[in-house]
């Protein structure tokens, strides 16, 4: 069997366009053009293009993007003065720090500054408590974006046995959680697991989420299993991607999987976030 390939940019695309359409009413509406301030502190490469990323997107379907970039040496108390004055901000509808922050940084203190309503990141105690007691509240991105993109792909989620490999704060544990949400069977592993490999082959779905490049073998796989690859250091894949592909039935390439609906996600809560804030959600 050779898998067939999830095209992440395809099911992007498609999801910035319903998005660029009701930025239209929006503005038709109200007068007022939605907004994502990006914040980045520091000049680490790989944020820099994300950042860059998520700000040609905003731009490309009509929304505002607020640019913010701050020095390497950015104390917390200046980072939060910063998310302070964005999250009162009315024109502001959503604000997204982008991860990591420079070691100096109180990097949690400064994403709860961002209220509730603005965190289109999913990266607040308040949106991971709304998602992980099934009331809704902005996904994670790059969770939020693997669930879009099994159902773009009509992937039947209810009752099915999913691992999830990686525990991380933005990415495995939300990815559990809405994966739970969806009545799914839900094993959370991680690097220190034992019988990792056992345990990936009695999944239905696979989210591998390690952050380490290849660390899931091809032969760990269950013939028929939905594999999504949300690794992306240096365009390489969680997944032995060559091997993998070759047992799956559904697989995500790296890049072009859940990368982009990983910016996909951020823009459309962003949209919904403006919605709501200005009444016509
Ligand atoms: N505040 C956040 N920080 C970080 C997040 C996040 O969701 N919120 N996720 C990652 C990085 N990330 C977004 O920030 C991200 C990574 C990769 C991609 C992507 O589209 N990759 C492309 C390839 C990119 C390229 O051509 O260079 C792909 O997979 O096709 C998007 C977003 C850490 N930080």
Request: overall charge negative; proline content about 5%; charged content about 20%.
């Amino acid at each position: 069997m050779t898998a067939t390939l999830m095209d992440g940019k395809r099911v992007a695309s498609e999801t910035l366009a319903a998005a660029e359409k009701r930025v239209a009413k929006i503005k038709e509406d109200t007068g007022v053009t939605p907004c994502l301030a990006t914040i980045l502190v520091g000049a680490d490469p790989a944020s820099i293009t994300y950042t860059q990323m998520k700000r040609r997107r905003c731009e490309g379907i009509g929304m505002i993007s607020r640019k913010v970039e701050l020095p390497e040496d950015t104390t917390t108390q200046g980072l939060l003065d910063v998310v302070n004055e964005l999250g009162s901000d009315p024109s502001v509808h959503g604000i997204l720090l982008q991860h990591p922050s420079p070691p100096q940084v109180d990097e949690r203190a400064a994403f709860e500054a961002i209220p509730v309503g603005k965190d289109v990141d999913g990266v607040t105690y308040g949106s991971f408590a709304h998602m992980w007691f099934g009331e809704g509240g902005f996904a994670s991105c790059t969770p939020g974006g693997i669930v879009r993109l099994l159902d773009a792909y009509d992937v039947p989620i209810e009752g099915k046995h999913a691992v999830v490999i990686g525990r991380s704060a933005i990415l495995g544990k939300p990815m559990a959680g809405l994966l739970l949400d969806r009545n799914a069977t839900v094993t959370i592993c991680h690097s220190r697991t034992q019988n990792l490999a056992e345990i990936v082959k009695q999944a239905d779905i696979v989210v591998a989420a390690v952050g380490r490049a290849e660390f899931v073998k091809g032969d760990w796989i269950k013939p028929g299993a939905v594999v999504m690859d949300a690794g992306y250091s240096d365009n390489k894949g969680d997944v032995e991607f060559e091997t993998a592909k070759e047992v799956a039935s559904l697989i995500t390439p790296v890049p072009g999987g859940v990368g982009p609906m990983t910016i996909a996600t951020l823009i459309d809560q962003t949209v919904d976030a403006a919605a709501k804030q200005l009444g016509v959600a």
